[in-house]
C-alpha cells in the first residue's frame, strides 16, 4: 500500500470518528439524544477551545512543563533500561539473582508510587520524572534483555571463530540484535513517559497537560477535558515521529519487510 494511501485512509478514519462524535452529540435519534453533551461535549466546542488555547499562547507553557518531564523521564528511563538490560543478557548469573525482584517492583501499580515520588521530591518536575521513568524502565529492560538473548548462536559461533573480541561481539553482533527489539520498545516508551508526566500532573502540580485537564475536569468543563486530551494525543504523535525518524536513521541496514498488496 502506498504512503498516499495509507494516509487517505488514516485521515478517513479521524474524519468518521469526529463526524460521527458530532452528529450523536448534535441531533437526537428517536427524540434521545445518544451522547449528551453536557458529558461527552462536542468536536466544535473541543476545537474552539484548542484554537483559544494556542491564539491566547496559554497552552505553551504547560506544553513545555510537560515536554522536559517527558524527555527527561524518556531519556532516564530509556538509558537505564538498555544499560542494565544488557548488563542482565551479558550475565546470568546476576539475572538470576535479581530477576524475582525485577518481576516485584514491575508488579507495583505505578499510581500507588505517584503519592510516594511527590512526598519524597516534592511537587516539582523530579516527582513527575520518577514516575515516568518507572514506566519507561521496565519496557525498554525486557525488550534489550530479549534482544540480546535471541542472538542466533550460529552467528555468535561464527563471530568467535573469527577472532573477535567481547567488544567487537558487543559492537557487531549483539548491539545490532538488540536495536530491534530496543526501538520496537522506544516506540511504546514514548507514551509512557508522557503518561507519567501527565498522571504525576493531575495528582499535584501547577502547570503541564495534566493540570489543565485536572483543572477543566474539577469544574465539569467536559470541552477543556477533551480538548486537553486531544493535545495530548497529537503531543505523543509529534515526539513518536521523531523516534521513527532516528529508528529509521539508526537501522539503515535492515531490510524493508515485504509488502503485501490489497
Do not use: C
Not at 129 to 139: D, H, Q, R, S
Not at 229 to 237: C, G, R, S, Y
Amino acid at each position: 500500500m502506498s504512503k498516499i494511501k495509507l494516509l487517505v485512509l488514516q485521515a478517513l478514519v479521524a474524519v468518521v470518528a469526529v463526524g460521527l462524535w458530532y452528529v450523536l452529540t448534535t441531533f437526537p435519534i428517536f427524540g434521545v439524544m445518544v451522547l449528551p453533551p453536557f458529558f461527552f461535549s462536542n468536536p466544535v466546542d473541543v476545537a474552539g477551545r484548542i484554537v483559544k488555547w494556542f491564539y491566547e499562547g496559554t497552552i505553551w507553557r504547560h506544553l513545555w512543563v510537560t515536554l522536559i518531564e517527558a524527555v527527561l523521564a524518556f531519556v532516564i528511563g530509556s538509558v537505564g533500561g538498555v544499560l542494565i538490560g544488557f548488563w542482565f543478557a551479558r550475565k546470568p548469573v546476576v539475572a538470576a539473582v535479581f530477576d524475582p525482584y525485577v518481576k516485584m517492583v514491575n508488579a507495583l501499580p505505578r499510581v500507588v508510587l505517584a503519592p510516594i515520588f511527590t512526598l519524597w521530591l516534592g511537587l516539582g518536575i523530579w516527582s513527575k520524572v520518577a514516575l515516568g521513568v518507572t514506566l519507561v524502565f521496565f519496557i525498554v529492560f525486557f525488550n534489550v534483555y530479549q534482544g540480546v538473548k535471541e542472538v542466533s548462536p550460529t552467528v555468535l559461533a561464527n563471530a568467535r571463530m573469527l577472532g573477535m573480541s567481547e567488544r567487537q561481539l558487543m559492537r557487531h553482533v549483539y548491539w545490532p540484535s538488540a536495536l530491534s527489539w530496543m526501538f520496537s520498545s522506544l516506540h511504546t516508551s514514548v507514551g509512557f513517559a508522557v503518561v507519567g508526566a501527565v498522571v504525576g500532573e493531575y495528582l499535584g502540580s501547577a502547570a503541564g497537560l495534566g493540570y489543565i485537564i485536572q483543572q477543566a475536569e474539577g469544574v465539569f468543563d467536559v470541552a477543556g477535558v477533551f480538548a486537553g486530551m486531544f493535545v495530548l494525543a497529537a503531543f505523543v504523535i509529534v515526539i513518536d515521529l521523531l523516534v521513527s525518524a532516528i529508528e529509521k536513521r539508526l537501522l539503515v541496514w535492515r531490510p524493508e519487510a515485504a509488502e503485501t498488496r490489497a
